[in-house]
């Protein structure tokens, strides 16, 4: 039994020191595969393969996903649409980054999938690739329902923001290959409702509270009934 325990310990605290490894750190390494339109892999100098979500910046699903279903309701299109766009937007990440390539990473902590958040520069002529993904008008700015994510800094949200903003003006890129779906997935999907996602669960829990208040009250007062006449007689 002790020894279960500390083998459990021992994984939990791997798993929390990988993910926090490579957090606020700046290094190099080799671009190994590009997933798609915000997704790479990379090698580092010591042979090691990481995952690096492009952060601030979200491009059109390209694979089957609830995201990609979900984006496809909101915006009532099919998903081939938006998986057309998310090609398009792999694409252009293809040309800006090639398998090979050696990219500085600059860390900005992990994601929800333990991906690790980064900025990725190339090294030449210092090109932001993130940034650059949102002037050219392939990808949208990150938002966490309608607000800044904690991964970047107030500067940095207001310059992607501004980048997007020109590239939806000049009709850059995706926007001009389909204006409406990008404003969607851009924009209308991103915005904070009442009734959003945190606000269902503490609306759900208090429901089930107060219902559960309500039976267990009723069943008292039931069974008090009950009791007393049965007591009587």
């Excluded at 798609?36 to 100098?45: K, L």
């Excluded at 089930?208 to 007062?221: D, N, Q, T």
Aim: aromatic share 12%.
């Amino acid at each position: 039994m002790a020894k279960s325990v500390r083998t459990t310990v021992f994984l939990i605290l791997s798993f929390f020191f990988v993910l926090g490894a490579w957090a606020g750190e700046e290094f190099y390494a080799t671009v190994s595969e590009i997933v798609d339109g915000d997704t790479i892999w990379v090698q580092t100098e010591s042979g090691e393969r990481i995952k690096v979500r492009l952060v601030g910046i979200d491009t059109p699903e390209e694979h089957s996903s609830r995201k990609l279903r979900r984006d496809a309701s909101r915006c009532e299109v099919g998903t081939a649409s938006i998986e057309d766009l998310g090609e398009l937007a792999t694409v252009h990440l293809k040309e800006l980054l090639q398998e090979g390539d050696t990219v500085k990473i600059i860390s900005k902590g992990h994601g929800y999938y333990g991906r690790l958040l980064a900025y990725v520069v190339l090294p030449e002529d210092g090109t932001n690739v993130n940034y650059q993904m949102v002037e050219d008008g392939y990808a949208c700015v990150y938002t966490w329902h309608g607000k800044k994510p904690d991964s970047v800094t107030e500067e940095e949200f207001d310059k992607l923001v501004s980048l997007m903003q020109e590239a939806r003006s000049e009709r850059d890129g995706l926007w001009e290959e389909n204006f409406q779906l990008m404003n969607c997935l851009c924009s209308a999907t991103k915005k904070k409702t009442w009734m959003g996602g945190r606000f269902r669960f503490w609306l759900l829990r208090w429901f089930l509270v107060i219902l559960f208040g309500s039976v267990s009250a009723l069943f008292k007062f039931v069974f008090s009934k009950v009791k007393r006449v049965i007591f009587k007689k």
